[in-house]
């Protein structure tokens, strides 16, 4: 049975500075790393037990950077809504409060927070775990994984955008698309003939939601060409790299896992994207076109891990 919720055992930054030594205190054996452990991520996004996206993209790619990748789950589901012609669908919402209850019990903290893919409900118990469960100076990524190609993903209704404006208002990083950027800002989307003029009037209305620092993806100018804009509110830089011949489903998640990690092993967030769209282009490279739901992300490991070698913190 759960125990009832005490404001004791509301946690902030304050109660993470006052640990005590594990097995001092009060009995309860604290979770403190030491000076050596790797960084400690959480993410939050959907199980989908088939399909190569969220969390069974994001536990491989980022401990694949060397960073350690804690998983809350915001539901299961047999499989993807992007392509499968049905699925079941488990929400999880109604086990966040205890799960976060049960972490400041033990004093678990996480140095930053990636969310992915989350249903409506689940936008406040997500931002009071990130807000109580957050190591000192913990870093939030908001991937507002819910449309592309100009549509939301199904079983997102048109009010939901807004609830997840909500998340990326405190975010450090988000990482949205072209078409997730219109959804948040209430816009109509554009994909094509669009000039650097209205990439940076996007980024500027993602910047006034609250976001720290705007990594858009799917930005081109070229035909030849597919990028990502970085912005950090003062300078609005650019990676590109050749356009592949085709698209693949869960792209976005291999992105996102990859730029967090890269980060966190001490990246400058052009270089983290940079390396995100390497990995990503690998990935659609070596997989087979028969491969239809998702990539081979497996397959570029060991180009990640072999750029990372050199990165602090290894
Ligand atoms: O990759 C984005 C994604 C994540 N999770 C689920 C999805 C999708 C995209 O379709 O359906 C369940």
Redesign the pocket.
Known sequence: MREPRSTASIASHAAYGAHTPAGQSDGVKERIRDMNSPKRLLTI??V?CV?Q??AT?ALPLVSACGVECAALPS?V?SN????FAS?TFRDLTSDMAGIEEQWLKQKIFFDAFYT??VCEPQIDPILSIMNHCAAPGAIRFVDP?MA?NGKL???FGPGFPAQMARLCAGADYILPNLTEAAFLLGREPVLSGYDEAFVADVVAGLHALGAKNVVLTGVSFDPKKLGTAVSDGSSLRYDFNPRLSRMA??T??VFASVFAGGVLRGLDALDAAALAADVVCESIEKTPDSHWYGVCFERAVPLLVSRLSSAPGA
């Open positions: 996004q959907d989908s399909g996206c969220s993209v539901a589901l993807h809504t992007g392509g699925w992915g893919y994984a592309d993903y199904a079983g489903h869960g976005g998640d």
